[in-house]
């Protein structure tokens, strides 16, 4: 399971081409205790290769999903209570 360059095109439409993200996504690593072979936490270059495809690693892919979907569940949060003032 690799991301695909749909999802990709999606997060870059919605959060813009700078989006940091990989800081987020290795907390989300270690508090499931997930590290390379050496024992390590994941580097960034590594989880952007992740996300760029150039690379497999399915416990990577499912942290970067999980942040997304967080992420995109606060926005919506927030929109509902800006309507709220409407």
Do not use: C, P
């Amino acid at each position: 399971m690799a991301i695909s360059e749909e999802f990709r095109e999606k997060i870059k439409n919605q959060f813009g081409d700078g989006f940091r993200y990989t800081t987020e996504v290795k907390k989300i690593l270690k508090s499931q205790k997930k590290t390379n072979t050496n024992g390590e936490a994941y580097s960034s270059d590594h989880i952007r290769a992740i996300y760029n495809g150039k690379r497999d690693n399915q416990d990577i892919e499912l942290a970067i999903l999980q942040f997304f979907k967080k992420i995109k569940d606060k926005a919506k949060k927030i929109k509902t209570l800006e309507k709220s003032f409407d």
